[in-house]
Each structure stands twice: as structure tokens, then as C-alpha cells.
Nanobody
Framework: QVQLVESGGGLVQAGGSLRLSCAASGRTFSNYVLGWFRQAPGKERVFLVSINWDSGSTRYVDSVKGRFTISRDNAKNTVYLQMNSLNPEDTAVYYC???????????WGQGTQVTVSS
């Protein structure tokens, strides 16, 4: 059974940083892409960034380029999201997801709350 467990969320002041972790288990993730999404109150869940588990290649949306960095530790089966220069608009529940390359994200974590105060 595949499990994705996020951690590292919390309350931070504007301009601060947080690092989220996503511990993945239950299968090997070769040929998979792992991504981070977020859902702000009253809004739809949106894609932020992804990483190819095999190659390490990444893709970012423009709104987080230069502020957020995704990385992975294959030995620990963990993906990280380093978030810097946070602002109140970054307040959301952050989700980790996994899916086959070229496919849909089929596995999701339970989410971790990030709150940025002004």
C-alpha cells in the first residue's frame, strides 16, 4: 500500500522559511514523478512543482520559481520542499502526490498546513 506522509508545516512570519518533507513508502518510485500541490482556503488545489524520481529533473510554476526548491533523497524515499521568502499568499494546505511519468497523480498525502502571518 502506497503511503505519502507530509510533515514540516506550521506557522511562520512573512519572509520566513519552512521545509516540508514527504516520506513515500509502499513501492519503488522508479518511473514516477513526485509533486507538491497546495490548496488555499476557498480555492482549488494547484500544482506547484514536481521532480522526476529517476533523473531529478524538476518543473516549477512561475509563482514559486526562485523561492521554492524541490529535492529528493532516494535512499530515504523522501521528497522535500524548501520554501523561502514566504508571504501570506502562501498560506494553504500543502500536499505531496505521486504518479507515473506522463500520467495522472494517483497517490496523495493527507496534507500539511502552512500558515504565513503578516
Amino acid at each position: 500500500q502506497v503511503q505519502l506522509v507530509e510533515s514540516g508545516g506550521g506557522l511562520v512570519q512573512a519572509g520566513g522559511s519552512l521545509r516540508l518533507s514527504c516520506a513515500a513508502s509502499g513501492r519503488t518510485f522508479s518511473n514516477y514523478v513526485l509533486g507538491w500541490f497546495r490548496q488555499a482556503p476557498g480555492k482549488e488545489r494547484v500544482f506547484l512543482v514536481s521532480i522526476n524520481w529517476d533523473s531529478g529533473s524538476t518543473r516549477y510554476v512561475d509563482s514559486v520559481k526562485g523561492r521554492f526548491t524541490i529535492s529528493r533523497d532516494n535512499a530515504k524515499n523522501t521528497v522535500y520542499l524548501q520554501m523561502n521568502s514566504l508571504n501570506p499568499e502562501d498560506t494553504a494546505v500543502y500536499y505531496c502526490a505521486a504518479g507515473l511519468k506522463g500520467g495522472v497523480y494517483e497517490y496523495w498525502g493527507q496534507g500539511t498546513q502552512v500558515t504565513v502571518s503578516s
